[in-house]
């Protein structure tokens, strides 16, 4: 298995472009999670889904946006980019027997 | 809302010591307070998960206590290794709508020394 996967590694924005980041889960895990992480910051979540079709907000959800039409796939959009949105971006499953999350390796995003 | 604190500072520790880290936490009490490894530019690695009817874990050279009463979590790694430095996360889920919506505290970057 190769876990959770997430495209592009970096990417370099300029105020007002648009993205998305990819998430691809190859575990059947129905539980999917979108963090970003500022420098010297926990871990914050943005979005999450149950399941696919079910799509629900965390705690800063603002300037994003998500959708998952299969169990697999939970992309991230961002329409205007901001420099506030300027992070590291970490994709997480978790699957229903254990509670650990298995995150990928990370997106770090520049807006400029 | 839920606050959670880790030391800030990193703690430098010789080999073979025990390395104590800290979570201390505000307001409600977890239904779960996990702790994950972050190496740099890498995603958090699962370490360990206790329940807050649990006081303490052990997995290997790992041991977690959970102190509902002190809203409070120790982590403990035993006779350490250089391998072993690393950032330590824990994270808090209060597994009320929806498990899995983790809380995280900033960490404490652990520096082991031969």
């Known amino acids: 298995n190769a876990g959770v996967t997430q495209t592009p590694k970096f990417r370099i924005l300029k105020i007002g472009q648009s993205m998305t980041l990819q998430c691809t889960q190859d575990?059947?895990?129905?539980?999917m999670y979108w963090y970003r992480q500022d420098p010297g910051m926990g871990l914050k979540l943005i979005y999450y889904?149950?399941?696919?079709?079910?799509?629900d907000k965390g705690e800063v959800p603002n300037g994003y946006n998500v959708s998952r039409s299969t169990t697999e796939d939970f992309p991230l959009r961002l329409e205007l980019a901001a420099p506030s949105q300027t992070s590291v971006y970490f994709c997480?499953?978790?699957?229903?027997?254990?509670?650990?999350?298995?995150f990928g390796p990370g997106t770090r995003l520049t807006v400029l | 809302s839920q606050k959670i604190e880790q030391n800030s500072e990193a703690l430098n520790i010789q080999e073979g010591k025990t390395a104590t880290l800290t979570c201390n936490y505000t307001?409600?009490?977890?239904?779960?307070l996990q702790w994950y490894r972050q190496d740099p530019g890498r995603g958090p690695v699962f370490l360990l998960l206790?329940?807050?009817?649990?006081k303490e874990k052990r997995k290997e050279r790992l041991k977690v206590t959970f102190d509902t009463t002190l809203k409070q979590s120790l982590f403990h790694i035993t006779a350490s290794q250089p391998a072993d430095s690393a950032t330590y996360l824990c994270?808090?889920?209060?597994?009320?709508?929806?498990?899995?919506?983790?809380?995280f505290g900033a960490g404490t970057q652990v520096v082991v020394t031969p």
């Open positions: 307001n409600y009490s977890p239904a779960y």
């Open positions: 206790i329940r807050e009817n649990e």
């Open positions: 575990m059947n895990h129905n539980y």
């Open positions: 994270a808090l889920d209060r597994a009320t709508d929806s498990w899995g919506k983790l809380q």
């Open positions: 889904s149950v399941g696919a079709g079910i799509t």
């Open positions: 997480a499953s978790i699957g229903l027997v254990h509670n650990e999350q298995f």
